[in-house]
Antibody, heavy 120, light 110 residues
Framework: QVQLQESGPGLVKASETLSLTCIVS??????????WGWIRQPPGKGLEWIGS???????DYSPSLKWRATISADMSRDSFSLRLTSVTAADTAVYYC????????????WGQGTMVTVSP | QSVLTQPPSVSEAPGQTVTISCSGSSSNIGHHDVNWYQQFPGQAPKVLIFYDVLLPSGVSDRFSASKSGTSASLAISGLQSEDEADYYCAAWDVSLNDYVFGTGTKVTVL
């Protein structure tokens, strides 16, 4: 059974860097069928795709976040990470990691999400 | 502002059918497959539909979807109280190079 678990600080100061890790269990992230992504949801608002890393290590980012976001994968530890620089209050959100198959953009396995608050 | 527009809310009585629309453009719905997600408060989203109309294993067949041109819709038949949730459409946008989510629709069972 595939499981994803986000981890990282729940509080980040404005202008600093948000760092989260997603630990994957039940499958190797280097498997050729999968992409691994980050999606966020500000309180009371909708979903926003941040970016995805493929089984080969290639990364795609949302244009709105590409200059501040870095997604990387650690194949040896079956984990992938998100770094978001120069955070502001607008980055306060629940951050989800998720998996999709290479043939579709649908994210079919999700972590439980982790709330990150940006403080002044 | 999302490029996929959904009604903020829909409501219907138990046992009835409710339909949620998702309006996009030729660069997203008109170009790529549509996905639909269900999200309960405090929980992660769950995919209901992929490849426009396909249900993942374990998803009730009371859910169905369709797509025509630059619009898509999700129908929930035999509405039950357990269907009260937020629903989001999503698709890849080839112009934005972005995976875009709809504005979301809250379903209320009267």
């Amino acid at each position: 059974q595939v499981q994803l678990q986000e981890s990282g600080p729940g509080l980040v100061k404005a202008s600093e860097t948000l760092s989260l890790t997603c630990i994957v269990s039940g499958v190797s992230i280097s498997g050729s069928s999968y992409y691994w992504g980050w999606i966020r949801q500000p309180p009371g608002k909708g979903l926003e795709w941040i970016g995805s890393v493929s089984y080969s290590g290639s990364v795609d980012y949302s244009p709105s976040l590409k200059w501040r976001a870095t997604i990387s994968a650690d194949m040896s530890r079956d984990s992938f990470s998100l770094r978001l620089t120069s955070v502001t209050a607008a980055d306060t959100a629940v951050y989800y990691c998720a998996r999709r198959f290479s043939g579709t953009y649908a994210f079919e396995v999700w972590g439980q999400g982790t709330m990150v608050t940006v403080s002044p | 502002q999302s490029v996929l527009t959904q009604p903020p809310s829909v409501s219907e009585a138990p046992g009835q059918t409710v339909t949620i629309s998702c309006s996009g453009s030729s660069s997203n719905i008109g170009h790529h497959d549509v996905n639909w997600y269900q999200q309960f408060p405090g929980q992660a989203p769950k995919v209901l539909i992929f490849y426009d109309v396909l249900l993942p294993s374990g998803v009730s067949d009371r859910f169905s979807a369709s797509k025509s041109g630059t619009s898509a819709s999700l129908a929930i038949s035999g509405l039950q109280s357990e269907d009260e949730a937020d629903y989001y459409c999503a698709a890849w946008d080839v112009s934005l190079n972005d995976y875009v989510f709809g504005t979301g629709t809250k379903v209320t069972v009267l």
